[in-house]
Structure formats: structure tokens, C-alpha cells
């Protein structure tokens, strides 16, 4: 089993949580961007049912919750997060191990 990690902000995390969903943005026009989407893109393909989601989210510095992944990545671009569309999608359950507190990145 794998252990994958998603950078959310702090909405998104609950949106994310309140859904049982993770989620990727369709890719921008920009070459550089283009480059980094391929890379997120290829990570999220490597998902599988069971291995381990964690969430960092922006700002807080905070690896929250442990989740596992519920399914294989799939693609679907019903309007669900008030930012944007994030379509490239795996859905995900609570893990039997969680941890009570958010852990707090010191970098």
C-alpha cells in the first residue's frame, strides 16, 4: 500500500472531508503549469483502492486526518468545490488508524 498526500487549503479540506473526495484541477494553457499537471496527474493515476491518503493543508502547515482510498481515480466534472473544478477525482473513506490531532509541519 501507498501513501499519498494532497495540498488542499482550508475550505477545500472540509469540502474534500464532507464529500469523500480528493481532486485534481483540469490542467492551465501554460507550458511550466502544464509540466507540474502531468506530474499531479501521474501520481493521482497511481492511486489504489485501499492506499493511504493524508491531507497538507496551505497555510496551516498541518498534515490532517488519514483516509484510504476508496476506489481507483476517476474522472468527473460535477461542480462540487466553490473554487474551481477539480474533475480528475478519487473518492476516499476513513482509514481504521486515525490520528486525533493534526500533525504540524515545521518548515
Given at each position: 500500500m501507498s501513501v499519498h498526500v494532497f495540498s488542499v487549503n482550508e475550505e477545500n479540506y472540509k469540502i474534500c472531508i464532507q464529500h469523500g473526495l480528493v481532486g485534481?484541477?483540469?490542467?492551465?494553457?501554460?507550458?511550466?503549469?502544464?509540466?507540474?499537471?502531468?506530474?499531479?496527474?501521474?501520481?493521482?493515476?497511481?492511486?489504489?483502492?485501499?492506499?493511504y491518503i493524508l491531507m497538507y493543508v496551505i497555510g496551516t502547515k498541518e498534515l490532517r486526518g488519514l483516509w484510504q482510498a476508496d476506489g481507483k481515480p476517476f474522472y468527473d466534472n460535477t461542480p462540487i468545490w466553490t473554487d474551481r473544478t477539480y474533475p480528475f477525482?478519487?473518492?476516499?473513506?476513513?482509514?481504521?488508524?486515525?490520528?486525533?490531532?493534526?500533525l504540524k509541519l515545521m518548515i
Open positions: 485534481l484541477p483540469e490542467p492551465k494553457e501554460t507550458r511550466n503549469q502544464n509540466n507540474t499537471f502531468d506530474g499531479l496527474l501521474s501520481r493521482l493515476t497511481a492511486v489504489r483502492e485501499d492506499d477525482r478519487c473518492k476516499i473513506k476513513y482509514a481504521s488508524y486515525n490520528f486525533e490531532h493534526a
